[in-house]
Nanobody, 130 residues
Framework: QVHLMESGGDSVQSGGSLGLSCVAS????????MGWFRQGPGKEREGVAS???????KYADSVKGRFTISRDNANNTLTLRMTGLKPEDTAMYYC????????????????????????WGQGTQVTVSS
């Protein structure tokens, strides 16, 4: 079973930046698609960003242009660089693997943020104050 460990959560001011990391161990094919999800206070969980092993990334509309997802396949590490943070970004952020993949016309794959991941990390808290 895949084990995921997130780090990097913190409290920042609005407009600030933060980087989250996730290290996956015992990765198998389930790590083909990895992603970040979040759940804010009183909100439903939502997909933030996903990435396949070929680097194809997908973002929620709410974070496009502000967040960047990346991965190091050799070290099974996933990162999320967040800039221009807003109070509405306040949430527990979760690393996840096993998202549903879809093949593109060019042979690459994108990973759905609408699918249910197979494994989750424990989460790391991000708090943005105005």
């Amino acid at each position: 079973q895949v084990h995921l460990m997130e780090s990097g959560g913190d409290s920042v001011q609005s407009g600030g930046s933060l980087g989250l990391s996730c290290v996956a161990s015992r990765c198998s094919y389930s790590c083909f698609c990895m992603g970040w999800f979040r759940q804010g206070p009183g909100k439903e969980r939502e997909g933030v960003a996903s990435i396949s092993t070929d680097g194809t990334a997908k973002y929620a509309d709410s974070v496009k242009g502000r967040f960047t997802i990346s991965r190091d396949n050799a070290n099974n590490t996933l990162t999320l660089r967040m800039t221009g943070l807003k109070p509405e970004d306040t949430a527990m952020y979760y690393c996840a693997v096993g998202l549903q993949e879809y093949k593109l016309y060019n042979g690459n794959y994108w990973c759905s943020l609408e699918s249910e991941p197979k494994s989750w990390g424990q989460g790391t808290q991000v708090t943005v104050s105005s």
